[in-house]
């Protein structure tokens, strides 16, 4: 068997969160993060930075993972700064890990201030503690699923922060890619008497998670994102967006998620002249997802033609899962814009 080298380039400065110091579920405040440094760096010469966010039930160290046939993420992206392929650029991380699964890199009452942890904590933290370009025009985000909605949504909501991002088969369109997971979360839901509670220590208790029954906690980790309960306590903490005997919209809740949605706050002249101001907007999914996000991401990339935001949308013959490599297109292309001065 060929022994394996160890991983290109990494540290794995730990983070003192204190925006997720007592958070509702008692996950760890302070959080290990992976950052991957470019083949010439030496403290001196500064660089631009990409943060990359992982998808639902993945975390920074996910990016590290090995698999048989495929180099890790820092492996590939350490290959092509070597061959000329992609200019040179730190990619941070991050670790939003939360007892439910995910964070979706938003605030909420019922899981911690994660986005209030990224971009005021662990922006200013990379900054300081390594050689970087401070500007927003040389930091991007990006990101897949739940990442790549993540990228889209804190590129909006913070201009001012990074000048550049990559969404890749990110949630949208919720009508479509949510709803119609509501029955099968219903069903599990019955299974359990309706109870969460019921449920929810059932699944940390199994030593193999039943893969039949992830939609119920994936809805609830959405739930408790969206439309968080503070009233209750874990793992009751959250709303549904839908009445589990008759899988009926409670239309209240759904408009709070739908207040999440990119093509939702796409409508919001705000939000959309923050991408217009973008350097990049990468997007792309795969025209087979089984979340049906091709869809909303064809109607995104529409509405951003009809509203003047520049941006580069690309389908590829594939699914939702097992896409990483999709990454050595949209990074590099971010890698030259962190990399450049403003033209």
């Given at each position: 068997m060929?022994?394996?080298?160890?991983q290109?380039?990494m540290?794995f400065?730990a983070?003192?969160?204190?925006?997720l110091?007592h958070?509702?579920?008692?996950d760890?405040a302070?959080?290990?993060?992976?950052?991957f440094l470019p083949p010439s760096?030496d403290?001196?010469?500064r660089?631009?930075v990409i943060?990359?966010l992982?998808?639902?039930?993945?975390?920074?160290?996910?990016?590290?993972n090995y698999?048989?046939?495929?180099p890790?993420?820092?492996?590939?992206?350490?290959?092509?700064?070597?061959?000329?392929?992609?200019?040179?650029?730190?990619i941070?991380?991050p670790?939003c890990?939360?007892?439910?699964g995910g964070s979706?890199?938003?605030?909420?009452?019922?899981?911690?201030p994660y986005?209030?942890y990224l971009?005021?904590?662990?922006?200013p933290?990379i900054?300081?503690?390594?050689a970087?370009?401070?500007?927003?025009?040389n930091r991007?985000v990006a990101?897949k699923?739940s990442g790549g909605?993540?990228?889209l949504?804190?590129?909006?909501?913070?201009?001012?922060?990074?000048?550049?991002?990559?969404?890749?088969?990110?949630d949208?369109?919720?009508e479509?890619?949510y709803?119609?997971s509501?029955p099968?979360?219903a069903?599990?839901?019955?299974k359990?008497?309706?109870?969460l509670?019921a449920?929810?220590?059932a699944?940390?208790?199994a030593d193999?998670?039943?893969?039949?029954?992830?939609p119920?906690?994936?809805m609830?980790a959405m739930a408790?994102?969206y439309?968080?309960?503070?009233?209750?306590t874990?793992p009751e903490n959250?709303?549904l967006?839908f009445?589990p005997e008759?899988?009926?919209l409670?239309?209240?809740?759904?408009?709070?998620w739908?207040?999440?949605?990119p093509?939702?706050?796409?409508?919001?002249?705000?939000?959309?002249?923050?991408l217009r101001n973008l350097?990049?907007l990468?997007?792309?999914?795969g025209?087979?997802?089984e979340?049906?996000?091709?869809?909303?991401?064809?109607?995104?990339?529409a509405?951003?033609?009809e509203?003047?935001?520049?941006h580069?949308?690309?389908?590829?013959p594939d699914?939702?899962?097992?896409?990483?490599y999709?990454?050595s297109v949209s990074l590099?292309?971010?890698a030259?814009?962190?990399?450049s001065?403003p033209?």
């Amino acid at each position: 068997m060929t022994e394996r080298t160890p991983q290109p380039y990494m540290t794995f400065p730990a983070v003192d969160g204190h925006t997720l110091e007592h958070n509702p579920l008692g996950d760890p405040a302070v959080r290990h993060v992976p950052v991957f440094l470019p083949p010439s760096y030496d403290g001196r010469k500064r660089f631009g930075v990409i943060f990359l966010l992982s998808g639902f039930a993945g975390t920074g160290s996910s990016f590290l993972n090995y698999r048989f046939g495929r180099p890790t993420l820092p492996e590939q992206m350490a290959g092509l700064m070597r061959q000329g392929l992609m200019d040179e650029a730190l990619i941070v991380m991050p670790d939003c890990m939360t007892m439910y699964g995910g964070s979706q890199y938003v605030d909420s009452t019922a899981t911690g201030p994660y986005e209030t942890y990224l971009t005021e904590e662990l922006v200013p933290f990379i900054d300081r503690h390594f050689a970087t370009l401070p500007h927003a025009a040389n930091r991007a985000v990006a990101g897949k699923s739940s990442g790549g909605f993540a990228a889209l949504r804190l590129a909006m909501r913070h201009p001012g922060l990074f000048g550049a991002a990559a969404c890749h088969s990110g949630d949208m369109n919720f009508e479509l890619s949510y709803r119609s997971s509501f029955p099968a979360a219903a069903r599990i839901l019955e299974k359990y008497n309706g109870s969460l509670s019921a449920f929810f220590t059932a699944w940390q208790q199994a030593d193999k998670k039943p893969s039949s029954e992830f939609p119920l906690i994936d809805m609830m980790a959405m739930a408790a994102c969206y439309s968080p309960d503070p009233s209750q306590t874990p793992p009751e903490n959250m709303r549904l967006p839908f009445s589990p005997e008759t899988c009926d919209l409670v239309e209240d809740v759904w408009q709070e998620w739908l207040g999440f949605d990119p093509l939702t706050m796409i409508e919001e002249e705000h939000y959309a002249e923050a991408l217009r101001n973008l350097r990049l907007l990468y997007l792309d999914c795969g025209s087979f997802d089984e979340y049906h996000l091709q869809f909303g991401h064809r109607k995104f990339s529409a509405r951003a033609r009809e509203l003047d935001i520049p941006h580069r949308y690309e389908e590829f013959p594939d699914t939702h899962g097992d896409t990483s490599y999709r990454y050595s297109v949209s990074l590099p292309l971010l890698a030259g814009v962190v990399s450049s001065e403003p033209g």
